[in-house]
């Protein structure tokens, strides 16, 4: 992905939020002067739930909105909200000063970026030197890391405001056969906002439950296969999975180097985007003073006017993946999302990426070498378990870590597992590269498309942990193993419990799916407001 082509993307998202209004947005905020009740998602006129970065920059340049009062709206609605989702596990005591010093650089006109001053929540398995990092065990609350995950001091270096940490599913969903997403023994059950007795999808069930309940800004997610994509459609909101290196994994609770990477979550793709800009490294000096300026200008246009990215499927070839097993409610979504894309222009037609069997065969006996390798580096970094067998031991001896469930058999029969120097191993994961790759890049060039499209999940599925999870779901694992981008956004909902549209594309083709995506988004304005109701009753189970 060529910095040339994040700084032309950005800019043409940025214009395009601005003048085409937000996804889904049906919302009224209200006046400056009224006061919002504790919890509100409106502040200033501002309406939290479908805000972008550059609409939030614009009124810091106009004056009208500091980032002190922005981080504090996000602490109140944390306070308010989150004990009904269990989302968030701690927020940062220092949130307050690092907004206060972002003021300070905008008033000297120093800002950093877009990011500047802009509340960001992390998943808890991404280091942090000041606030604990547990990947949701028992076994690594103790003292924190000695230093910061090499994306966390990117964000800290673009100004960002880090709010806290998120709740995940414990050991990123890679502990035992049956586990409950979203379950760990440090924050318990984090909730899908959309109905509270389902499930967020995982293992970044925390990232996306906040972002879908307005707790912050953006968050950063992880994924394997999976744990970023999963719970952005499930709970509504949009999340990238990057190409494999774009972000640096230094200092993140590993799985596998081979697939592992973390990646940006928000509620719309410019966010995403800008995050992901910040991530990466790749944004331009001056991109955010040009950000605020297309702020400037787009003020007061109207939704579907000069601007609108819908006009950027006209042309676009898009192979849909139905994935039926998935279910007919999810299959007649992909209907309707199907002809509501070729409606914009977008050519679509239908594909069975190839390998899918062999991929499903190999890669889980491949990610048990690839753990042990990694868990017992991480854990020499910190105290606590120095290997994956104490960590086991760990497990024996502490009631809490088997409150959802007991088992720890990924754990144990990836202590078992043949090292990542033997033979047979190597031959393994070299054939799931290439036929991962080959499932993409057949598919893509036998239809001659821009992007390959799935279902990112079925409707959430009720919490359960005596069950575990309900979720065979195959469209994550192409990119996932082959290490190419893969983009969640909102397609809509089966009754109350969205469902995402997840985008493929080949290796660094980041910027071209996330444009892509933003077209998408913009043409479907799939996004809605979570309600919180306490069930659904019995559909979608």
Known sequence: M?????????????????????PGSNAQGIGASDAPPP????????????????????RRDEGSLTSLELTRAYLRRIAAVDPKIHAVLYTDPSALRQAAASDARHRGGRLRGPLDGIPVLLKDNIDTRDLPTTAGSLALAGRPPAADAALVGRLRAAGAVILGKTNLSEWANFRAAKPTSGWSAVGGQTSNPYVLDRNPCGSSAGSAAALAASLSQVAIGTETDGSIVCPAGMNGVVGLKPSLGLVSGRGVVPISAEQDTAGPMARNVIDT????????????????????SDARAGQGARPGKAGDRRDGLRGKRIGLWRLPSLGPDVDALMTRTAAELRAAGAEVVEVTPPYQDRLAELEFPALLSEFHRDIDAYLGTRSGPRDLAGLIAFNRTHARE???FAGQELFEQALAAPPTTDPKYRAMRAELKDLSRRSIDETLAAHHLDAIAAPTNPPAWTTDCARGDNDVIPSSTPAAVAGYPSLSVPAGSVGELPVGLLLMAGDRADARLLSLGGAVEQHLRAWRAPRYLPSAGRAAR
Do not use: F, H, K, N
């Not at 800009?277 to 605020?292: K, W």
């Open 2 to 22: 060529r910095m040339s082509g994040v700084a032309a993307l950005i800019t043409a998202l940025v214009a395009g939020s601005l003048l085409a209004g937000t």
């Open 39 to 58: 919890g509100s998602s409106s502040l200033q006129g501002i309406d939290l739930d479908t805000v972008t970065i550059p609409e939030l920059q614009a």
């Open 273 to 292: 985007a800008l995050t992901l800009s910040v991530l990466t490294g790749g944004l331009p000096a001056g991109l955010g003073d040009a950000s605020a």
């Open 402 to 404: 088997r409150a959802c």
